[in-house]
């Protein structure tokens, strides 16, 4: 029988731009799930997006766009980044998805059929203007915290979810499952903070907005956005719809992964909801440090933010990856800092890693012609190594399974210092020089890349790229790759070992520093520009009626062969003709996101060949500190002049 594991992200709200700090909670997931893959677990790994509530319609409305046309964007940024951070999810929820929203209107019906929820009176200090809800702690000197404005006691309509009934049971549950909260501490808080108080029902319904799932059974009601989101982890696997193989292979969840701060609603309203629909509890909820930057916790809000885009370009996925794991244990907070960053890549990656596979295999190269020896006679200093390189998968799988990331990546790192040692107790360089050391110097060779072998299949869930290709360079087989084979030693039997370019060349700190500060400021950077803004030369009305701006629809787009920057745009612009444009923008946008969109036109632009490509025309975008947006005049139709 396959043993199955399912393991969660929180749901993103698609807000604005992830930062490096959403990707800690994705990159941990990521790496548990590959583990258990590796392990021959049959994985589902979930993430997704939380696309409701009244935040995301007020961000729409002054966009002037609809909610679904402003998520839709953002959503698109967020898979991007996923797929930059080579996060192997088996599983996107949208909670905009129909069989979503259909699931959740029903998890809401089922729970009012069942009385735990009811239809009360929703009292509070009511701004009219801002037409919201506050409580008195809320107000800031007795006014509304958002306009300043006055507000007065009133109470509205509203649907309650029994939350109250639960306390007990939801402490006994804490009890009988230790491993239920983690790490335990939060269990503490839990109980003590929320619990122990007294804890009231709750609203589960709005009515000032309407970005939300509808209460089929009450108009104008909508479902309050946690219930919405807690609910994905079962929606996803097809709970409510007609096909609910999943949920029954998947649920209970083995581990839900969350950010601390929301532990509270996993750990009471999840189970709690739960309890009401009859349904098991997930098997545990792991709440996670942040991740902080000297200014205090990382937030869109603060605009305090570190792109995850950036540090990939310049130093590769896998060094962020690492980073995130590494530096700090993943219970705690930790402080981000570029310094801290770049020490970690040069001392750990560059040096101790990188280093070990360079001089191992150019040494194979220099002393064997690249092919691993097989004629050996053992050196004093094997036997060390060899017990180091065969306990270490047992070491990495302990940590790994309470989700120490930090600690399984110590204990590996010190194989890899270890084997370096072995280097310079060995010392291959003297051993070649007397060709009576020939079969020492061979073990000596087959000894490292052997400890490579185990090292790069246990980096394996960590930095997957970063493994796969040590294994191509040592020449390692599938067999050889295999998770159990890490903690087998000599398997590796006469491959061959090729020259590859270093896997982390080192950093220069300080220059570094000055260029990262300066590529993580693109915001400031535009607005000093803006303040010496240079306006080019006045023409005259005559000059701008020569150039012909027209709105044209895209038909069709594809990338352009050996151009990273170039997207090929075949162009409606109204004449009954094709018009084929060259654009310069394939780093920002994806070819789905531009087919049918209206853009703008230079259509009477003298054709230029880019690429291979005839370019008749030029369309309009402008410079910003998120990277170049395209101008979408929607409404408008095909061939319509600008003027
Ligand atoms: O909370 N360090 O979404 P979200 C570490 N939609 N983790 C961080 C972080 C930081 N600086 N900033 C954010 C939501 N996170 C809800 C979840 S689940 C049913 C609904 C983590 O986009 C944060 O702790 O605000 C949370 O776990 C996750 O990113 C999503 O945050």
Known sequence: MSKNFYITTPIYYPSGKLHIGHSYTTVAADTSARYKRMQGYDVMFLTGT???????????????????????????????????????????????????????KKIFKKLYESGDIYKGKYEGLYCTPCESFWTESQLVDGKCPDCGREVKPASEE??????????????????????????????????????????EDLCVSRTSFTWGVPVDFDPGHIV??????????????????????????????????????IVRFHTIIWPAMLMALD???PKKVYGHGWLLLEGGKMSKSKGNVVAPEVLCERYG??????????????????????????????SDLANDLGNLVA??????????????????????????????????????????????????????????????????????????????????LADVMYVLIEAIRIIAVLLSPFMPATSEAILKQI???????????????????????????????????????????????????????????????????DEFAKVDLRVAK??????????????????????????????GIAQYYTPDQLIGKNIIVVANLKPAVLCGVESCGMILAADTADGVKVIFPEGIPAGAKIR
């Open 317 to 346: 996925v896998d060094a962020i990856r690492y980073y995130l794991l590494r530096e700090i244990p993943f219970g705690s907070d930790g402080v981000f800092t570029n310094e801290a960053l770049i020490n970690r890549i040069n």
């Open 50 to 104: 939380d696309e409701h509530g009244q935040k995301i319609e007020d961000k729409a409305k002054e966009k002037g766009v609809t909610p679904k046309e402003y998520v839709d964007e953002i959503v698109a940024g967020i898979k991007e980044l996923w797929s930059l951070l080579n996060i192997s999810y088996d599983k996107f929820i949208r909670t905009t998805d129909d069989y979503h929203v259909d699931a959740v």
């Open 279 to 281: 349904l098991p509890l």
């Open 158 to 199: 509203a649907y309650f979810f029994k939350l109250s009934k639960y306390a007990d049971r939801l402490v006994e549950y804490y009890e009988a499952h230790p491993e239920f909260i983690q790490p335990v501490s939060r269990k503490n808080e839990m109980i003590n903070n929320f619990i122990k108080p007294g804890l």
């Open 359 to 440: 001089r191992s295999t150019a040494m194979v190269n220099k002393y064997f012609g690249g092919s691993i020896p097989k004629e050996r006679t053992a050196t004093e200093f094997d036997d060390t190594i060899i017990q180091l390189a065969e306990g270490t998968k047992q070491k990495v799988e302990q940590y790994l399974d309470n989700l120490e990331y930090s600690s399984a990546l110590t204990e590996l790192f010190k194989l890899v210092s270890r084997t370096n040692k072995y280097i310079d107790e060995t010392a291959p360089w003297t051993l070649a020089k007397n060709e009576a050391d020939k079969d020492k």
């Open 554 to 583: 895209i038909k069709a787009c594809e990338p352009v062969k050996k151009a990273k920057k170039l997207l090929k745009l075949t162009l409606d612009d109204g004449s009954g003709k094709d018009r084929i444009v060259a654009s």
């Open 475 to 541: 020449g390692a087989c599938e067999h050889c790759s295999k998770w159990e084979s890490a903690a087998k030693w000599g398997l590796i039997s006469g491959e061959n070992v090729t020259t590859a370019a270093p896997l982390f060349p080192r950093i220069d700190l300080e220059k570094e520093l000055a260029e990262l500060e300066a590529a993580n400021k693109p915001a400031e950077a535009l607005q000093e520009k803006a303040e010496n803004i240079a306006f080019l030369d006045e023409i005259s009305i």
């Open 224 to 261: 309050y956005v946690w219930v919405d989101a807690l609910s994905n982890y079962i929606t996803a696997m097809g709970y409510g719809s007609e096909d609910d193989s999943n949920y029954q292979k998947f649920w209970p969840a083995d581990i839900h992964l969350v950010g601390k701060e």
